[in-house]
Structures are given as C-alpha cells and as structure tokens.
C-alpha cells in the first residue's frame, strides 16, 4: 500500500471494525485536528467521542502527538505484514493508556528531555528539528500490546 494511503485506511477500518461491534462511527473529512470519526452513544446531550485512527505497515507508527483530552480515544492500525484479504491488528488507547505509556518512558529517558504540552504531546526539548523540538513520538507493538482490540473501552466511554 501507498504510504499516503495508509491513514485513509485506517480511518476505513477503524469505521468498518466499530460498525462490527455495533457502534456508530461517522467519518469526518477535511482537517479537523486529530479527529478522524466522531462516535456517538445516541443518548440525546451526550457528547460524542473523537477518535483518531493511525495506521502503519512498518515498525512503529510515527510521530504520535498522544491524546488531548478524555472524550478521545486512539486507535493505532496495523498492516504490517498483512494481505490485502486480511484484517489488520487494532490497538485501542483511552487518554489515560496514554498518559501512562509516554509517562513510563519519560522515565526511561531522562537524558532526551522529553516534557509534555498542555495537550499530553510528547516535545523532545535536545531534539531541535527546523529550529523547534521535536513534537510527538514512535510506538510500537510491544509498546501497546495489552491494548490489542480492546474495544470495550470505547463501549465504556461511550456510558
């Protein structure tokens, strides 16, 4: 598959694997930040859930920037390896999955100088990159594992 066209994928996926757990997606196009499908509980004055699907058919999803707030969930794809008949691996992520997982690897790399912005985004404060730090970070699989199709999060969240 295309690199430009592994995102759009995942949104796909990520719409068509939610719809087979009975739960309504609604795509959003155009540049809305960090919000690829809308999910609501159908309970009149509920807030919908923002979710972000990012996909990756190397080793790591690239460049994450984490989740701002609680009404959003991410939602990692993977194609690596997988046919074009396969289904891919979904790795389901609430805020507060993330904020542990950047947290515990804060803690693994005091050197880098890896502080958090007001919107839980990673900034790599040693790693300057066209005159900024670096924003965001890589996660792989074992990184995320015990996220593996855990949609009953989105179920929770949706309560």
């Known amino acids: 598959m295309q690199k430009e066209m592994v995102g759009i994928a995942a949104e796909f996926a990520v719409a068509s694997e939610l719809a087979r757990h009975d739960i309504y997606a609604q795509p959003t196009f155009g540049h809305l930040k ?8 159908g309970e009149t004055g509920r807030r ?5 699907a990012k996909g990756k058919q190397s080793s790591q999803w690239p460049n994450c920037k984490g989740i701002a707030d609680s009404h959003s969930i991410l939602i990692l794809v993977d194609f690596q390896g997988k046919k074009e008949t396969d289904r891919p691996d979904f790795y389901i992520l609430t805020s507060a999955d993330w904020l542990s997982f950047v947290k515990r690897e804060i803690k693994k790399r005091p050197e880098k100088g890896i502080e958090l912005d007001k919107d839980n985004c990673p900034i790599w404060t040693t ?3 066209n005159g900024k ?3 965001g970070m890589g996660v792989t699989v074992s990184d995320v594992l015990k996220y593996k199709e855990a949609w009953d999060k989105i179920r929770d969240a949706l309560r």
């Open 127 to 129: 790693q300057i990159k």
């Open 34 to 41: 960090r919000t690829d499908l809308l999910v609501f509980s």
């Open 48 to 52: 919908p859930i923002r979710i972000e």
């Open 133 to 135: 730090p670096y924003r």
